[in-house]
Structures are given as structure tokens and as C-alpha cells.
């Protein structure tokens, strides 16, 4: 069963969340720490002190509820969705997927542009925002890409496409594997890929390598404690408002493009998301319950390329593994392409897939 839903946040836990913010207890930092350290002190506590006195959850709420949100349950778990229809009724599906730690707020500047040509469906992933928590083991991205097959079969869509950055490109590709038949073809603006000695790369794809190969044998922070201990991290996230904020404002900071910033309301949008649901557990799982070695995916496969994303794809080793049928490089943006850089993004998604409908892909 498919049901109507609207946000509407207690204002018991929005008093409490201003109380916990009003009480932190503050860590020292080194004299020019810079980001030496972590985050810097300065800069979380202006946000902190934003978040409490000049942030509007409410204000945001109600711009949300001008969303249809929707949810169902599979397989026992609570699915929370946004369904906007094209007033083209004949206009192909497409499923976009958020990633960590983004939500499906990620995707509120390409609604509209992209409604004009398409059916969109905007799932939460199961353990995130109004999807969580999950209450067992095994939400996997392949797990979750069957789960968006049967949101999709539900809806009544026969055929469609997906998209998504992070784990929403694992995800989208997932479902082009698991479900061939329906998936049209699958866009993503992250595809890590891994070095194989019979390419023969140029000497930009080999930078890009060893990005690529420094970042894997470094393995950041957040990632290794995610996949390890979620729960333990889960308990100084879920009870810190201003340690969920580090969590999470880090990774913005660090992963944008400079010259397209996500703004402050919104990344605190995102961040209360996580913390009002306490999803910050349930959410880290799923570095915990993916594995690799999932079913490849063959449907046509569109790639777009942010030279500011933690890594980027060498195309020559891409199309040793998929049916490349397009492929952009982006001259600004970062890791959150759709919030960073709607205009483009959507442009993208709307070129691949229009492309494929009419045939003209390439």
C-alpha cells in the first residue's frame, strides 16, 4: 500500500534540539590548526550558533511539504518517497538516488527541470531520513536497488531509467543489474574504476588513477569507522547535535567545488534530517552491509564527469566493464553534482536519456 505523507517534526524534539546545541561542551584547538585536525573550531561553532538562532526548520518543512512525499513498506521496512509526475503522461520514469551524507534533498533544484521531460521518483534509502531506521541486518545496495524495482513495479512503471551519485550510482547500477528488462539505461555522476594493466591510459587518465589509488590506500576516516563500527559512531552522532554536524559539514566542505558551494540552509537542512530522524546508525550501515562483487550492470550507461568529485572516471577502464553510450566532463563541480550544479546535471540526465528514447545516444 502506497500512502500519502506529510513531515511534520514534534516541536518537543526541535525545542530539545536548541537545548543541546545551547549546552555543548566544546573541544580546545591547537593555536593555526587550520584543517590539520579536523574541523575547524571557528567554523563550526558559527554554524552551531546559526543552527540554533537563525535557522528555520520550519520554514523548510513546509517548502518540502509542497512535495508529494509518499511511503510504502517492502520487505518490512518503511520506504518514503517523492513522486512528481511530467505532465506528459507518456514521459519515461526515472528513479534518482541520493547517496551519503545526502538525503533526497540532494535533488530539489533538478525537479523542475527535469519533470518537463520525465516521471521522477525520489526514494530515501532504507536507514536514512524518513526511510529509517532499518531494524536489520542486509540493507545492501544491491538489497536496496531490488527494493527500488519493486517501489518502481508498484507505481506502475513497466519501463524506466536511473540515476544517482555515491552510493545512489552503486545503487542505479545495481538495478540495471538486477532488473534489465525494465531499466532503460542508468546515469551517474560518480563511477570509481579500478586500474587493469592491459589499458593503455593517457597521461591525464593515469593522474586520475593514482588519485583514485592514493584515495584506496588511504582510507578516510568516516569510511573506515562506517563500515567497522557503525553503531559506535552512531552513539556520539545520535546523541551530538554538533558532532552530527562535523560529520556531516565536513564532508561538504571538503567535497565541493569552491567555485559552487552548497549553501548553509541547505546543508543544515540535510543535517537536521539525519539528526531529527536519528538515522545517523542506520544510515552508516550501509558502508557496513555492502560488499562487493555484485551482478555487473549492461544497460546503457551514461557518465558525467565533476573535476572537483573525490575521484574521477577513466573512461578507457569504464567501458571494460559497461556500455558506455555517453560520457560529459564537467568544467565545475563537485562530489553533490545535483546540488552544486542543477542546471548542468539536469541538462546531462535529460541529453542521455531523451537520447536513448529517440535513439540519437552517443
Not at 298 to 318: E, F, K, N, W, Y
Amino acid at each position: 500500500m502506497i500512502k500519502p505523507f506529510h513531515i511534520d517534526i514534534p516541536q518537543a524534539d526541535l525545542d530539545d534540539l536548541a537545548d543541546r546545541l545551547a549546552r555543548t561542551r566544546w573541544p580546545n584547538e591547537v593555536a593555526d590548526a587550520g584543517w590539520d585536525y579536523g574541523f575547524p573550531l571557528a567554523r563550526l561553532r558559527e554554524l552551531a550558533e546559526y543552527w540554533r538562532t537563525g535557522y528555520d526548520w520550519r520554514a523548510h518543512e513546509a517548502e518540502l511539504n509542497e512535495l508529494p512525499h509518499f511511503t510504502t513498506e517492502i520487505e518490512g521496512q518503511n520506504i518514503h518517497f517523492v513522486h512528481v509526475r511530467s505532465a506528459n503522461p507518456d514521459a519515461l520514469a526515472l528513479v534518482l538516488t541520493h547517496g551519503w551524507p545526502g538525503s533526497f534533498l540532494e535533488f530539489l533544484d533538478v525537479i523542475e527541470p527535469l519533470s518537463h521531460d520525465f516521471h521522477l521518483v525520489i526514494p530515501s534509502i532504507p536507514g536514512y531520513g524518513f526511510s529509517g531506521p532499518t531494524h536489520e541486518r542486509g540493507w545492501s545496495v544491491d538489497r536496496i536497488a531490488r527494493a527500488w524495482a519493486e517501489l518502481m513495479r508498484r507505481l506502475g512503471y513497466e519501463h524506466y531509467g536511473a540515476q544517482g551519485g555515491d552510493f545512489g550510482s552503486g545503487i542505479s547500477t545495481a538495478l540495471g543489474a538486477v532488473a534489465p528488462e525494465h531499466v532503460v539505461g542508468v546515469h551517474v555522476n560518480y563511477l570509481p574504476t579500478r586500474p587493469d594493466p592491459a589499458v593503455e591510459l593517457s597521461e591525464e587518465d593515469e593522474a586520475r588513477l593514482e588519485k583514485a589509488k592514493k584515495l584506496m590506500a588511504n582510507r578516510p576516516p568516516y569510511q573506515a569507522l562506517q563500515a567497522a563500527t557503525p553503531q559506535t559512531i552512531g552513539y556520539a552522532l545520535t546523541d551530538s547535535p554538533v558532532g552530527q554536524l562535523a560529520w556531516i559539514a565536513e564532508r561538504f566542505a571538503q567535497w565541493t567545488d569552491p567555485r559552487s558551494p552548497v549553501g548553509d540552509d541547505r546543508m543544515l537542512t540535510d543535517v537536521s534530517l539525519y539528526w531529527l530522524t536519528a538515522t545517523a546508525a542506520s544510515s552508516a550501515r550501509l558502508h557496513h552491509d555492502t560488499t562487493r562483487g555484485n551482478a555487473r550492470c549492461r544497460v546503457p550507461l551514461g557518465v558525467a564527469v565533476l573535476p572537483h568529485d573525490i575521484t574521477q572516471s577513466v573512461r578507457p577502464l569504464a567501458e571494460r566493464l559497461y556500455d558506455i553510450r555517453h560520457w560529459s566532463e564537467f568544467t565545475r563541480g563537485g562530489h553533490f553534482a545535483a546540488m552544486e550544479v542543477p542546471d548542468l546535471l539536469a541538462a546531462d540526465i535529460r541529453d542521455f536519456f531523451l537520447g536513448l528514447v529517440s535513439g540519437e545516444d552517443g
